[in-house]
């Protein structure tokens, strides 16, 4: 029996310090329906703050990813870390929407770089058959992030001003990059903790799999810029991302729409729904990895959130049954994240990966720039947020179509070709 020590060590550090980082992301959601006191804000403002966000956040994701290739992940995350904890201080000092509009410009570029080093050192630690679970469980930090932070934001909403929320939820990445620093290692022959039989099982597995790969994923860096299959996951990525941002961030104010509550019921009914998403992304992943089938872990739970999308929003339901709706869109969304990042290191060498998974998040989130931004101008223009609700569910289902109709139905043991006594632990 292998030991896995690398679940207990490597994944928990990871989730902490992402969940962080997706507080000071998506915290502004929860408080932007209170900051009009000191300087009002349009829908399609409210929008921008938080969609700009992406803007920033496409910048560095290839120069990062690379870096961590190349470079080392684990230092690469932590300048990362340390540069967007001051930009969220930030966030709480602006003194009108110029500047706030800057401060999360500058939060999303110094978060954009954290993912695809993560996903690099990830692939370093856990071979193809563990790949969707281990993407799933660090992925975790999404949906555990809304259900802790939300109702976190909305007590603090409650007990303080808006600025003091943004300043003190800024300071703990300053805290956790201690922690980052002493406890990850980029690579098992790095890690103190590790032991020989772990270590010699993941280096063989790891470099059994990249022999075992056609010669055409070891292409050139330039060579990424033009495969079908990286531009296809940018197209998918794209159009999930905007219905999933545009969904996720403006969920807190549907909430207070339905309950009228006081900031801290707003984030705790906002983070009903990621409970299930978490279980949501878990199972998903793990029938990934059990079947190798990528395509159907993807396409399946984005058609279960269109359906939900478009029930919550063309009918009028009681409040209880609109956030059952919410919380099947929430689970749709969010399982496909395992399976779909374990797709580029399938398909691609370790040599070119990192671009390929960069340009893949760089230019697939600015679905995130699109999706509340889109959300926040229908709004304004037809005074509800239904049609803008109703384009998101057609932006899913070009995510859902790219993604069935793109993606070749093969096997983990198909496209790479790794002894059977190597492939499970």
Not at 4 to 28: E, G, H, S
Not at 252 to 270: I, Y
Request: proline share 6%.
């Amino acid at each position: 029996m292998i030991p896995r020590k690398r679940w207990a060590y490597v994944i928990p550090v990871a989730v902490v310090m992402y969940m962080l980082a997706y507080l000071d992301r998506t915290n502004v959601a929860v408080i932007l329906p209170y900051i009009g006191e000191d300087f009002p804000l349009s829908a399609s403002a409210k929008g921008l703050a938080s969609g700009i966000f992406f803007v920033g956040y496409l910048v560095l994701q290839i120069p990062a990813a690379v870096l961590a290739a190349k470079w080392s992940a684990r230092k690469t995350v932590l300048i990362l870390m340390i540069a967007w904890a001051i930009a969220a201080v930030l966030c709480g000092l602006v003194q009108n929407e110029t500047q706030l509009h800057l401060a999360r410009l500058l939060l999303g570029l110094f978060e954009g770089g954290v993912w695809p080093a993560v996903l690099i050192l990830l692939a370093s630690w856990f071979p193809q058959a563990e790949r969707a679970r281990a993407n799933a469980l660090w992925m975790t930090c999404l949906p555990i992030s809304a259900i802790l932070m939300s109702p976190l934001s909305g007590f603090m909403l409650d007990h303080m001003s808006w600025r003091w929320v943004f300043v003190l939820q800024g300071l703990p990445p300053l805290v956790w990059a201690v922690v980052w620093w002493f406890a990850v290692a980029d690579r098992p022959a790095r890690a103190r903790w590790i032991s020989p039989a772990e270590r010699e099982y993941l280096e063989t597995t790891l470099q059994a799999e990249e022999d075992a790969k056609p010669a055409f994923a070891k292409q050139r860096y330039r060579d990424v810029l033009a495969n079908r299959q990286v531009l296809l996951l940018v197209g998918v990525y794209f159009f999930w991302i905007t219905g999933f941002y545009g969904f996720s961030l403006w969920l807190p104010s549907v909430v207070k729409t339905m309950t009228g509550g006081s900031a801290t019921a707003v984030g705790f009914l906002s983070a009903v729904p990621y409970v299930l998403a978490l279980a949501g992304m878990v199972a998903c992943a793990h029938w990934s990895d059990r079947t190798g089938n990528r395509r159907l872990a993807v396409t399946v739970p984005l058609l279960v959130a269109i359906a939900g999308l478009l029930l919550g929003n063309l009918v009028h339901w009681p409040a209880a049954v609109q956030l059952v709706l919410l919380c099947v869109v929430a689970t749709g969304v969010y399982m496909p994240y395992g399976p779909f990042w374990a797709i580029p290191s399938r398909v691609l060498g370790i040599e070119v990966v990192a671009v390929a998974m960069g340009l893949i998040n760089a230019l697939g989130n600015l679905g995130g720039f699109a999706g509340p931004y889109l959300v926040g101008w229908l709004t304004d223009v037809t005074g509800s947020a239904t049609t803008g609700f109703v384009v998101l569910a057609a932006f899913l289902a070009v995510a859902a179509g790219l993604a069935f109709f793109g993606l070749k139905p093969v096997t983990v043991e198909e496209s790479v070709h790794v002894p059977a006594a190597t492939r499970h632990p």
